[in-house]
């Protein structure tokens, strides 16, 4: 008798267990409201099939229509590091099985004006949440962008400079700092 009393608690406690963890999922993930909003839904379809220029092109839209949030910014440094990646065909997935993506085997012919856009736009990110991070370190969006930011700004300068090879100071030597990223 008392195998099936304890099955029948573990049981209980198994709905019990199911119905909380359905309650939190319920209850949904922290997003920015932004990301909620129809011309960025709008922009991702885009993304998602390769259209980068229309994506870039509303990214850029939303961006101007939200001045001094960093995730206009963050969200329209994507599409434009995406945009420049595709270009010089680094997102094709044998270029790392076969090049090595570090190695600088695959040749790749820097846009200096598109360079200067992606650093300036996740400079801006960063200053846009430092600046609301001031007024409110809690600030989860302005923390998730302005890390965001600064991954993207990473990804540019690993991929296109090969920023991270072993001759280019990164990672720093201990006792030395390199603030690239």
């Known amino acids: 008798m008392k195998t099936g009393s304890f099955r029948m608690s573990g049981l209980a406690w198994g709905f019990v267990l ?4 359905s309650l939190c999922w319920a209850s949904g993930a922290h997003t920015n409201p932004l990301n909620r909003d129809p011309l960025v839904r709008e922009a991702y379809i885009r ?3 390769l259209d980068y220029p229309g994506a870039v ?3 850029e839209r939303f961006h101007a229509a939200h001045p001094g949030d960093p995730q ?6 994507n599409a434009v590091l995406f945009q ?11 270029f790392y099985a076969n090049d090595g993506f570090l190695t600088g085997h ?3 012919e820097e846009d200096p004006k598109t360079r200067d856009r992606i650093l300036g736009l996740a400079d801006e990110a960063v200053r846009e949440a430092d600046w609301r991070l001031g007024h409110n370190p809690n600030d989860i969006d302005a923390l998730y962008a302005r890390g965001w930011a600064r991954s993207l700004k990473c990804t540019y300068l690993a991929m296109v400079e090969r920023g991270m090879a072993p001759d280019s100071g990164w990672p720093p030597r201990p006792g030395t700092t390199n603030s690239a990223c």
Do not use: G, K, V
């Open 18 to 21: 199911l119905a909380a963890s």
């Open 47 to 49: 993304f998602y099939n």
């Open 57 to 59: 092109e509303r990214f």
């Open 72 to 77: 206009a910014t963050a969200l329209l440094l």
């Open 84 to 94: 420049e990646l595709y270009r010089l065909d680094l997102l094709d997935t044998t």
């Open 106 to 108: 695959h040749a790749t």
